[in-house]
Structure formats: C-alpha cells, structure tokens
C-alpha cells in the first residue's frame, strides 16, 4: 500500500533534518525486499554505501557500468564490495561497448543527452525492474534541481525513490567518511570532485561548483538517471533501447 499525497508530505516534514540511517530504516521496513541502492562509486560514494549497509547488509547495490569508466573507478568499486561486503548487482548498455563506438561513435560530443540515455538511463530501469524502491545519494546543495527534490518521492503508481542524504552537506559527508576510516574516489586527490563516465568528466574549472568538471561546455548538470522517471508513472520496467 503507498502513501497519500498528504502522508507522503507529512513523512518528509517528519524526517526533515532526520539522520540517513534513520530514514533508511523506515524505507527498509516499508519496503522489505523490494529496495535496492544505487551507486555511481564516485567520489563520496562510500558515504551513502557504509549508511546503507548498517541498516540492511544485504541490500541490493546496483552499478551501472557504462563501458567508460575509469579504471580507477573500477578499482574503488572492487575495494569498496571488499570493505563493506556488498550485494552488487552489475547493469551494463544492452549494446556492447564495441558495438555502440561502431554504429555511434563519439556521440558524448555529439549527443550526451541520447549517450546517456542509452548507456545509463537504459540500464538503471532494467535495474530497477521488480523493485518497489531505489535509494540514490543525491544530496540538495549539488544542483539546484536537486535542492528542490523531496526524502520520499513517488514515481509512477507502485515506486518510490527515497534520497537519505539529500539534507546532508559535503562537510558531513567527508566526516562520516573519515570518521568510518573509509576512502575517497582514487582520483579525488588529483582534483576530480564529481566523477562520471571518462569521456564526460574533468576537473572542475568553478572551484565553487564541484560538478563544473561534468560535460563541460555542454550545458548539461544531470545524466538523465535523477529526472527521467519525472512526471512520467510507469516508467521502471521499460527495457527498449532508446531510439
């Protein structure tokens, strides 16, 4: 059973300000075996991750692996299953890698909007499938479309998306990840603050705005994951490829 619109806005005015662990724990009972997380493996991602795992050890962590990525990521991705003994559930582009630079070629310069589509977005709803709950690390001060996005969302008539850390700053983050002796994305020390597929990444030229480094010059801020179930019911469980 979901929530009203009036008890979904009474959730989140509840666990307003609330810590992760606690709104996790309220997703997790709501939605049993029904909840996944979701992670990127970026440069703070084992915040979310060491959270998650205290209140459900064995929830299910998706990973989207779009064939870009670096091989530090990679890297960082295998050291933190170890650490933190994860359930990582791998998605991949239901075209090989070699096959969409045949047929597209560079199309993150040309298209990054459709590139993403196909290699993230195509992916995470094959993810998703089954699921009644994704749990994302989007936090409100990264973007302005971000700050304006709620605990508890619902998308489509049976899904929610739920987003604990989203009240939390990068200064809470960074101390929750050295106060559990955890590490930082590989290349964090080398000045990337906001790190996605390879082609489509850099270090941020804004020091202000840790996600400049992103499709830089191309007028882009979100991959498509966090906006395309927006005002759209139904849309987990769609496997076709995007035209």
Not at 206 to 214: A, I
Request: proline share 6%; glycine share 10%; charged share 25%.
């Amino acid at each position: 059973m979901m929530h009203t619109a009036e008890e979904r806005a009474a959730l989140n005015a509840r666990y307003k300000g609330a810590h992760p662990t606690d709104i996790m724990a309220y997703a997790c009972d709501f939605f049993g075996d029904k909840i996944a997380i979701s992670s990127s493996f970026g440069a703070d991602s084992a915040c979310l991750l060491s959270l998650a795992v205290k209140v459900k050890p064995d929830i299910p962590v998706i990973f989207i692996n779009t064939g870009f990525l670096f091989p530090e990521t990679l890297a960082f991705r295998d050291d933190l299953v170890r650490r933190l003994k994860l359930d990582l559930r791998e998605v991949t582009p239901l075209q090989s890698h070699a096959d969409f630079l045949k047929e597209h070629g560079k199309l993150y310069e040309t298209d990054p909007d459709r590139c993403c589509a196909i290699n993230k977005v195509e992916p995470l709803k094959r993810g998703l499938e089954g699921l009644r709950c994704w749990v994302s690390g989007v936090r409100a001060d990264q973007t302005a479309y971000r700050a304006g996005l709620q605990y508890f969302e619902q998308k489509g008539e049976d899904f929610y998306k739920v987003s604990p850390l989203l009240g939390w700053s990068s200064k809470q983050v960074f101390e929750h990840i050295k106060a559990e002796g955890l590490p930082m994305h590989p290349l964090w020390e080398r000045g990337y603050t906001s790190i996605g597929c390879e082609p489509c990444t850099g270090v941020p030229g804004d020091p202000d705005d840790p996600r400049s480094g992103r499709w830089t010059g191309k007028h882009k801020s979100e991959c498509g994951i966090h906006t395309f179930m927006d005002g759209a019911a139904g849309a987990v469980g769609r496997t076709e490829r995007p035209a």
